[in-house]
C-alpha cells in the first residue's frame, strides 16, 4: 500500500506534503522489530502512545502516558484531595527530579517528605530532598511516626483508581501530548470539585440540623 501511493501520488507536490506524515507513520509501523530499543508506534491514531510496565501478573502493561499523582498523608474532613498531578511523556523511569519542584511551586511550600512505593527505589530526588524521600519496605532512618505513614501511603491507590474509572482517566479522548496533559490536570480538578462538594453537603446538612435545633428550642 505505501508503494502504491507513493507511485500515485510522484511528481505531485501538494499530494506528496498531504500524505507526507501519514506515510513516515507507515513506513515505522512497518520497519519497526518486536525487540527493538527506543519508542515504538502502538496507534494509528495515536502514535504518541507509549508501553508502561506495571510489574503486576494481572496486567503486566498498559499504553498511554505516565502519570504522576500526588496527596496528602492526612486526609481531610472531605476525602483524600489529589494535590499534585503531572503527565509525564517519554516514559521516564525516574519522576522525583521534574515533579518535587513543581509540586513545590504548586503548594507554595517545602516537602517535609515523600512517601512513595517500592518503584521509585533508586530515585532521583534533588539533593536537598535525598533522604526526605521514603520508600516502602525502608528499614533504615524509619523512626515510628514515618513507619506509621508509610502505612498511609496506600491511602493514593484507591485515589487513581477513582481517578481512572469515574473521571476519565482511564481513557483519555484528548488528542496529543497536550491533551495528555490536560486530561490528568482536569480528572483531578473533577475528583477534587467532588470531595468539595462533599464535604460543602456534610457542612449544609449540619448548619441545617443546627438551625431547625434553635428553631425549636425558641418554639418551646
Same mark, same amino acid.
Given at each position: 500500500?505505501?508503494?502504491?501511493?507513493?507511485?500515485?501520488?510522484?511528481?505531485?507536490?501538494?499530494?506528496?506534503?498531504?500524505?507526507?506524515?501519514?506515510?513516515?507513520?507507515?513506513?515505522?509501523?512497518?520497519?519497526?522489530?518486536?525487540?527493538?530499543?527506543?519508542?515504538?508506534?502502538?496507534?494509528?491514531?495515536?502514535?504518541?502512545?507509549?508501553?508502561?510496565?506495571?510489574?503486576?501478573?494481572?496486567?503486566?502493561?498498559?499504553?498511554?502516558?505516565?502519570?504522576?499523582?500526588?496527596?496528602?498523608?492526612?486526609?481531610?474532613?472531605?476525602?483524600?484531595?489529589?494535590?499534585?498531578?503531572?503527565?509525564?511523556?517519554?516514559? /521516564?523511569? &525516574?519522576?522525583?527530579?521534574?515533579? =518535587?519542584?513543581?509540586?513545590?511551586?504548586? #503548594?507554595?511550600?517545602? !516537602?517535609? *517528605?515523600? @512517601?512513595?512505593?517500592?518503584?521509585?527505589?533508586?530515585?532521583?530526588?534533588? /539533593?536537598? &530532598?535525598?533522604?526526605?524521600?521514603? =520508600?516502602?519496605?525502608?528499614?533504615?532512618? #524509619?523512626?515510628?511516626? !514515618?513507619? *506509621?505513614? @508509610?502505612?498511609?501511603?496506600?491511602?493514593?491507590?484507591?485515589?487513581?483508581?477513582?481517578?481512572?474509572?469515574?473521571?476519565?482517566?482511564?481513557?483519555?479522548?484528548?488528542?496529543?501530548?497536550?491533551?495528555?496533559?490536560?486530561?490528568?490536570?482536569?480528572?483531578?480538578?473533577?475528583?477534587?470539585?467532588?470531595?468539595?462538594?462533599?464535604?460543602?453537603?456534610?457542612?449544609?446538612?449540619?448548619?441545617?440540623?443546627?438551625?431547625?435545633?434553635?428553631?425549636?428550642?425558641?418554639?418551646?
Amino acid at each position: 500500500m505505501i508503494r502504491d501511493i507513493d507511485r500515485k501520488i510522484e511528481g505531485n507536490g501538494g499530494l506528496e506534503a498531504a500524505f507526507a506524515k501519514l506515510l513516515a507513520l507507515a513506513r515505522r509501523v512497518r520497519e519497526q522489530k518486536q525487540h527493538q530499543r527506543g519508542p515504538k508506534v502502538y496507534s494509528l491514531h495515536a502514535p504518541e502512545v507509549e508501553c508502561i510496565g506495571k510489574g503486576k501478573a494481572h496486567r503486566p502493561y498498559e499504553f498511554g502516558v505516565k502519570i504522576s499523582v500526588a496527596t496528602t498523608i492526612g486526609q481531610a474532613k472531605g476525602g483524600q484531595f489529589v494535590t499534585h498531578v503531572k503527565a509525564l511523556p517519554g516514559n /521516564p523511569y &525516574h519522576t522525583l527530579a521534574t515533579v =518535587i519542584p513543581d509540586m513545590e511551586v504548586l #503548594v507554595g511550600n517545602t !516537602i517535609a *517528605r515523600i @512517601l512513595a512505593d517500592k518503584g521509585y527505589r533508586g530515585h532521583n530526588a534533588p /539533593p536537598d &530532598h535525598k533522604f526526605r524521600i521514603f =520508600i516502602s519496605g525502608q528499614k533504615r532512618g #524509619v523512626t515510628p511516626k !514515618i513507619k *506509621r505513614e @508509610l502505612r498511609r501511603r496506600a491511602a493514593v491507590e484507591p485515589v487513581i483508581g477513582h481517578l481512572k474509572a469515574e473521571h476519565r482517566m482511564g481513557r483519555n479522548y484528548l488528542w496529543f501530548r497536550q491533551g495528555d496533559a490536560a486530561n490528568a490536570v482536569l480528572a483531578s480538578a473533577g475528583y477534587n470539585f467532588r470531595r468539595l462538594i462533599r464535604w460543602l453537603s456534610l457542612l449544609l446538612r449540619q448548619i441545617r440540623s443546627a438551625l431547625t435545633a434553635a428553631v425549636q428550642t425558641v418554639s418551646a
